[in-house]
């Protein structure tokens, strides 16, 4: 063995480089356990505050000025109208949106503008999304009426980016030979689109708008400002309906004097965690699941 | 016969030339429908700038540019008015520069853990688990912070020290929501630095360590700072943690434990509440969105062209 070519590096013995390497891989690892930590204490927290109000009734009532006897339907409604209203118009648009940009769009100045604009719009503060409802929904297009539509149409421009680029990933998976095949059958672009390329692209879409829908379930900020409900005992019953949202029901209760309102603000973040933890388990099952399709 | 059998053929074809007509004029309206749709992102973006800029025109007439930028008192609500913006930018600062130094800290040393040292399966099963962190909503940060951090720190440096909302405590939640991102963001950088660099470091006898940080990290450093840039305009844009845990109070102060006000908590403090439209308070709230907006896209897009002017191609 030549002893020359050493692995010495210049300044640091041998012994001392093993050190030291150990020394950050523990760092590292501490890194990583730290974060981990955080999440169960959140989660520990949020439990051990929330459990002791968490009962049926606590689904099934509304909200109230004594803590023992508040519940969650109101912003429960609130929620489920959010959600729908905000998919029914982000699913579309967004999956349009895609579909254009991948399949129709030859790539033009204007397609990389789009693409671009939509990268900003993905990074534009939520506070910003409300402001823009405010002015926008509630005061010019509903006269002041601080409805639900008004609230998912403000969702539906937040979590649009998300959805267009997950559903723009989802149609580049889709390998070019099954175009080319029904191309060469004499499919017209639309005929391609609808027939193979949205089918197989389809588990990757859901996934995204999955997650794009759980971001409109938790998100506050802008809801905050286009709300600005406190108590509301009653469900939406129509999209005019005045309305909250389970988040914002949290931050109010969390603002509450009465420090007991901290307890059932915590057993409404256990129900929104629930929620939204199922959630993201499906549409990283729908992911799995899916996943290696093309290849078989 | 031979009559017939061209009939049927003509009908045959017309009935082929009807459904490919039909066909392309479906095809023609879809695409017009999904330009449709595409240009909607175009006018998202146009509504926000006209939106911001020209309700901020009323703001700028009655407070100049520089005032705003500059003032380092924030009472818009009371006479005398005084409406320098930078207590709020200041608080907004620190939180965000507390977040950082979390995030990146756990984030970056997540990063090399997981792309350099971990076992896929251990990879595998941390990855998600670290990722739950990114879809929590920010009003349960909030929560988080408030009655579990800042009592943690009243504990330790006393009551009369920490206040009940403070910078602190909001900005280390934030650090580790946004955790998740810098820790993807890198490590996809570093992922993707080919194996046969770190085969040739190995090769001369470097360490683990050394490998990852003499090689990979600088390998992979735009992705690394682009994580960062993005990580921070994240933390700048949030509006919840601060709003719950950081406080309402204007501040220019580098104390960390003192209550403070975020740019973002003032906007949906002020837009939630009574102020009349049309008053200058009303008018502040698109102003500091206005610089709020600016201060984001810059970070956004400085972090976009790292990732693009820097990269290293390895071919």
Sequence with gaps: ?????????????????????????????????????????????????????????FLTSYSSWEPHKAGILGPLGGTLWIVALTALFTIPIGVGTAIYLEEFASKSRLNRLIELNIANLAGVPSVIYGLLGLAMFVQFLFNGSRNVTAGALTMTLLVLPIVVIASQEAIRAVPSSYRDAAYAMGANRWQVVKSVVLPQAMPGMMSGIILALSRAIGESAPILIISSLVVVAFIPTSPDSAFTVLPLQIFTWIGHQNPDFRGIAAAAIVVLLVVLLSMNGVAIWIRSKYQTRPDQ | MTNTLTEASTEQLERVARRRRRQHNEQKL???????????????????????????????????????????????????QHSGVLELVSGTLLVAAIAGIVSLTLGLGAAIFLSEYAPERL???????????????????????????????QSIFGPDQVSVFNALSAGIVMGLMIMPMVSTLSEDAMVAVPRSLRDAAYALGATRFEVATKVVMPAALSGIVASFILGLSRAIGETMIVKIAAGATPNLTLNPLESIQAMTAYIVQISGGEAAQGSIEYKTIFAVGLLLFLMTLGMNIIGRLVISRFRQKYE
């Design chain 2, 123 to 153: 990879r595998r099963i941390l990855k998600p688990i670290l990722e739950v962190l990114a879809g929590i909503p920010t009003v349960v940060y909030g929560y988080f912070a408030l009655t579990f951090v800042t009592p943690i720190f």
């Design chain 1, 1 to 57: 063995m030549n002893d020359s070519s050493s692995t010495k590096m210049k300044g640091s013995s041998h012994s001392m480089r093993i050190w030291r390497d150990r020394v950050f891989v523990a760092g590292f690892v501490m890194a990583v356990l730290i974060g981990v930590a955080g999440l169960f204490a959140l989660m520990f927290d949020v439990l051990l505050d929330g459990l002791p109000f968490l009962d049926f009734d």
């Design chain 2, 30 to 80: 879809v695409t017009v429908l999904l330009v449709a749709a595409a240009l909607i992102s175009i006018l998202t973006t146009v509504g926000v700038v006209v939106l911001l800029v020209s309700q901020s025109i009323g703001f700028f007439e009655e407070v100049s540019i520089w005032n705003f930028l500059t003032g380092t008192e924030w009472a818009p609500h009371v006479s005398p």
